[in-house]
């Protein structure tokens, strides 16, 4: 089955990777792919779509090439910048679902938000060391990642802190991302308002169900984000 | 235990390697792993490509048909150090006997080769197996024989379950049953047998469980103390 909607991915890296194979396997015609960071060697034991030849080229260039050669029915665009507050609205325009495979709490707000004001469905994930999360946030929100975490914690020092993650562990939330990006084209979602919980160490899954926060500051009942303005992706005490 | 890591492993594998729960130590036996990849399709693909990533260097690939060169360049691909070996399908328990000989882990797609588990208990070798439907992913690890997954997971005798119905569900069913095979090599928990069900729909619940034992286990009728396997500290 051939999907023709585009689906936009934040983020080249692990969770990207397991996101963009089960894309690209499960028939997916257009991915667009944006990040603006290098491969590196302490990259490949997760991010499994870059090969040591690509080491010091563009990720999403390194992914596009990767993914040319397995499925070379997906048309991918690779957009080598950042996902901010400036540049979100235009990157997702014409996207049908924002899957956020990015490492860091200011993106993961930021792509909540932007999905939120522009009604996108978005599939969040996250790791570190050997667990992870995801949960998808339906058009609008009621409830979204912010329901949940509110805001930025004191200091942003990365979702996938410098240890870690065991290589597969990304490779399980964000092929989980990319079915269910999927599974929103078809209307059939499983993680819509329920945040999945893995532990590779323990072999164990648990889902919680999440309510709408009516004091959400982007989808609450009187929301003060309306705008994604750009101070107010930095976390507290970061210059940038 | 010295972890004996070069330079170069140190530096790629940095970030599993400053991980509490892998360590050098834990990092050294990954890459003296030896894993048999039982089957084919998808599945087998993309946990043969998460295994290569994180540093495992052999694997053995035994298939009914000629998907081996397909393999192996996969798992090339992600690691030039990696190299697989050809093992045609064996034809009874003493050829499974022989296939499996020194494997740290068995990693296989499908629960229907009483056979191949039997085979596994006698040379104490864990196994990580994976199923998936239309829906749903089953991994099941047994890190020391039985009990039967014919009888402890109500799943007919017999069914074959190698090809996969979607193939994003392959993907995450390949890469957890890598997770899995790490874990068992890494040697962080000890012996048990453990079955995870996700159904990938709304409000259906995960499941995990440690398996009982089962008095009727084709292996050892229920005995527990027989043939526990040892969770290798590498494939030699």
């Known amino acids: 089955m051939i999907l023709e909607e585009p689906v936009l991915l934040v983020g080249a890296g692990g969770l990207g990777c397991g996101a963009a194979l089960a894309l690209a396997a499960a028939g997916l015609r257009h991915l667009v792919v944006v990040d603006d960071d290098v491969v590196e060697e302490s990259n490949l034991h997760r991010q499994v779509l870059h090969k040591d030849a690509a080491i ?9 090439a990767t993914l040319a050669q397995l499925y070379p029915s997906v048309e991918l665009t690779p957009i080598r910048t950042r996902f901010d507050a400036t540049s979100a609205a235009r990157l997702m325009q014409g996207c049908a679902v924002l899957v956020d495979a990015s490492d860091n709490f200011r993106t993961k707000f930021l792509c909540n938000d932007a999905a939120v004001l522009a009604r996108t469905p978005l599939v969040h994930a996250a790791v570190a060391g050997l667990r992870g999360q995801i949960l998808t946030v339906a058009a609008g929100g009621l409830p979204c990642y912010r329901c949940l975490f509110e805001d930025l914690p004191a200091a942003d020092a990365g979702v996938g802190p410098p240890a870690g993650p065991l ?9 989980l991302q990319g079915h269910e990006a999927l599974a929103l084209l078809r209307g059939t979602p499983a993680f819509v308002g329920r945040l999945l919980q893995y532990d590779a160490g323990s072999l ?35 210059s940038s | 235990m010295s972890s004996g890591l070069d330079l170069q492993a140190a530096r790629r594998y940095s970030r599993q390697i400053a991980l509490p729960e892998v360590g050098s130590e834990g990092q050294a036996r990954i890459l003296a792993a030896r894993i048999a990849l039982v089957g084919h399709g998808l599945a087998i693909e993309t946990a043969a490509r998460y295994l290569a990533g994180a540093g495992v260097c052999r694997f053995r690939s035994i298939v009914r048909e000629s998907h081996v060169a397909h393999l192996a360049s996969i798992a090339a691909e992600v690691n030039l150090a990696a190299r697989t070996e050809i093992c045609p399908w064996p034809f009874d328990g003493t050829a499974w006997g022989a296939a499996l000989e020194g494997q740290t882990v068995v990693l296989r797609v499908g629960f229907d080769d009483d056979a191949m588990v039997r085979a596994a208990v006698r040379a104490a070798v864990p196994v990580v197996a994976v199923r998936t439907e239309a829906t749903s992913i089953d991994v099941l690890s047994l890190r020391r024989h039985g009990p039967c997954p014919h009888l402890s997971l109500d799943v007919p005798a017999g069914l ?58 084709f292996v050892c009728g229920g005995n527990a103390n027989e043939a526990v396997i040892p969770v290798q500290a590498s494939g030699g």
């Open chain 1, 56 to 64: 010091g080229t563009t990720k999403v260039r390194s992914l596009a």
């Open chain 1, 204 to 238: 164990t899954m648990r889902s919680v169900r999440l309510r709408p926060n009516p004091h959400c500051a982007v989808c609450g009942t009187r929301p003060t984000i309306s705008r994604l303005d750009p101070s107010s992706y930095v976390a507290p005490g970061c």
């Open chain 1, 167 to 175: 290589g597969p562990v990304p490779g399980v939330l964000g092929a």
């Open chain 2, 160 to 217: 074959s379950n190698a090809t996969e119905s979607d193939p994003g569900i392959a993907v995450v069913a390949g890469a957890l049953a890598a997770c899995e095979a790490l874990d068992i090599v890494v040697g962080r928990n000890g012996p048990r047998a453990r079955h995870l069900r996700l159904v990938l729909a709304p409000d259906q619940e995960p499941l995990a469980q440690d398996i009982p034992w089962a008095p009727e286990c």
